[in-house]
């Protein structure tokens, strides 16, 4: 496996990862683990939320598609997801109190790391 394509695979699990997370905190049940229950999150932080979960789940089909082409990146990033909805499901169930912090640390790593793939030269498929 060649450098770009392994830093392309790391940006597509760090965007899913953070992408499910922030995803997942929009949701009531979730938010009151967090913050006790009886509270909501407000709307705009659902809107910012939102909108980061689907950017991040964006860049991740963008990584895996730069690293595998359309055909097998498409169905890469099935996978990514599929492994990153259960990484996230664990991670609300186990420990909610920690998924901010794994949802930022997730995406700086796949900034880092689609940075890289970016420098190696990403093959085009």
Do not use: K
């Not at 006790?36 to 991040?56: D, F, I, K, M, W």
């Not at 186990?94 to 997730?106: F, G, K, L, M």
């Amino acid at each position: 496996m060649s450098a770009a394509l392994l830093a392309s695979t790391i940006a597509g699990f760090g965007f899913t990862l953070g992408g499910f997370s922030w995803l997942g905190l929009t949701i009531d049940r979730h938010h009151a683990d967090i913050h006790g229950r009886g509270t909501e999150p407000s709307r705009e932080q659902v809107v910012r939320l939102r909108l980061l979960g689907y950017l991040a789940l964006a860049l991740a089909l963008t990584a895996c598609v730069m690293a595998q082409g359309w055909a097998f990146g498409l169905l890469y990033w099935i996978g990514i997801l599929s492994v990153c909805a259960w990484v996230s499901v664990a991670t609300f169930s186990c420990a909610p109190h920690v998924t901010r912090r794994i949802a930022r640390a997730a995406a700086a790593i796949a900034v880092i790391a689609l940075a890289a793939a970016l420098s190696a030269g990403v093959p085009a498929a």
